[in-house]
């Protein structure tokens, strides 16, 4: 069966650390238009779409020749902003939904193909996402990369803002930061975004714990490239650098 498959790119203006983070400048266009940008060169996806509560972020996608949808302002989470996407005509007829976080703009393609392909190879796979190995300290360290740790089958066991695992003795495990890129099935995604918060969520301000809490299984595959999500004013300015090389 061939699968139907959206990306969903959440971009919300407000930023506690960077007002206006979509509309950031990188090289002469808005940050979440060089989101768009990337997703569409994916090979495997049917359609993509910016979800927005903010006019200014539907007009500058729309400007670039995207596609932009305008969702509710009160979600709570990212994850239910996907859900209302998903529920809401054209783009309710899909069977996966790969969601990229609006400030990720190195994000590959190929990441996108690579994470839909596993759900191809497993039926039975509800949710899945991404790890890449981080061997600077202070990256390891900071609170902003979140860490995750697996099981010897790729299914993740915990993500956390702490250095994770925690070296009590040096056993040559690698630290993996986890990337802002997660797919699912489209009807594990409306049961996701159901369920009520929990604990472990909300003390690290992590949401996929909640899957992990209800005993759902996350589907975790490794990546060598190296990516630099926008949380900063420091985040922008080495993406900017970046993108100057690349053009």
């Known amino acids: 069966m061939i699968m139907k498959i959206l990306c969903v790119i959440p971009a919300r203006y407000a930023s506690t650390r960077l007002p206006g983070k979509p509309l950031a400048d990188i090289c002469g266009k808005p940050m979440i238009v060089r989101v768009y940008e990337r997703a569409v060169q994916a090979k495997l996806l049917s359609a993509v779409v910016v979800a927005t509560d903010d006019e200014r972020v539907r007009e500058a996608v729309e400007s670039h020749g995207g596609k932009a949808l305008m969702t509710r302002a009160d979600h709570a989470t990212g994850t239910d902003r996907l859900a209302e996407v998903v529920t809401t005509a054209p783009y309710d007829g899909y069977d996966l939904i790969v969601n990229v976080q609006g400030d990720e703009?190195?994000?590959?393609?190929?990441?996108?193909?690579?994470?839909?392909?596993?759900?191809?190879?497993?039926?039975?796979?509800?949710?899945?996402?991404?790890?890449?190995?981080?061997?600077?300290?202070?990256?390891?360290?900071?609170?902003?990369?979140?860490?995750?740790?697996?099981?010897?089958?790729?299914?993740?066991?915990?993500?956390?803002?702490?250095?994770?695992?925690?070296?009590?003795?040096?056993?040559?495990?690698?630290?993996?930061?986890?990337?802002?890129?997660?797919?699912?099935?489209?009807?594990?995604?409306?049961?996701?975004?159901?369920?009520?918060?929990?604990?472990?969520?909300?003390?690290?301000?992590?949401?996929?714990?909640?899957?992990?809490?209800?005993?759902?299984?996350?589907?975790?595959?490794?990546?060598?490239?190296?990516?630099?999500?926008?949380?900063?004013?420091?985040?922008?300015?080495?993406?900017?650098?970046?993108?100057?090389?690349?053009?």
Do not use: C, W
């Open 105 to 247: 703009p190195l994000i590959e393609p190929e990441l996108m193909d690579s994470l839909a392909r596993e759900f191809e190879k497993d039926e039975a796979l509800m949710m899945a996402t991404v790890k890449t190995a981080i061997t600077d300290e202070g990256e390891q360290k900071n609170p902003n990369n979140v860490k995750v740790v697996t099981d010897k089958d790729g299914y993740a066991l915990y993500f956390s803002r702490s250095l994770l695992p925690y070296p009590r003795y040096q056993k040559g495990v690698p630290v993996y930061k986890h990337i802002g890129i997660y797919a699912y099935r489209r009807d594990f995604l409306l049961k996701y975004a159901a369920m009520s918060p929990t604990a472990l969520e909300e003390t690290e301000a992590l949401e996929q714990l909640r899957a992990l809490e209800n005993g759902y299984r996350i589907k975790v595959i490794e990546t060598s490239r190296r990516f630099v999500g926008v949380d900063t004013p420091e985040d922008l300015m080495k993406v900017n650098e970046i993108y100057s090389t690349m053009e």
